[in-house]
């Protein structure tokens, strides 16, 4: 059964960062691709940034710059480091595989 756990969201000040991690288990983590998607109150899912197997990533144009997505291997952890926040970046952050995902984890950027 595939497991992903996101964790790492909070409340930050517009300009500042936050790094989530997502905890995959339950299938190949080292094999597959791998995408981080968020969904803002009140919106529908927005794709963010895509890493494949071999580690090419690819962002949103939203991001760019901004957020870098990784992955730990041999830990079967996701990333995103997100830096110079900006309040449309409130949403909960999910990772996903296919037409999997966690529980998300939530993201405000307020001051």
């Known amino acids: 059964e595939v497991q992903l756990v996101e964790s790492g969201g909070g409340l930050v000040e517009p300009g500042g960062s936050l790094r989530l991690s997502c905890a995959a288990s339950?299938?190949?983590?080292?094999?597959?691709?791998m995408n981080w998607v968020r969904q803002a109150p009140g919106k529908g899912l927005e794709w963010v940034a895509h890493i494949d197997n071999l580690g090419g990533t690819s962002y949103a144009d939203f991001v760019k710059g901004r957020f870098t997505i990784s992955r730990d291997n041999a830990k079967n952890t996701l990333y995103l480091q997100m830096n110079n926040l900006r309040p449309e970046d409130t949403a909960v952050y999910y990772c996903?595989?296919?037409?999997?995902r966690g529980q998300g984890t939530p993201v405000t950027v307020s001051s």
């Open positions: 339950g299938f190949d983590f080292d094999i597959n691709g």
């Open positions: 996903g595989k296919g037409n999997d």
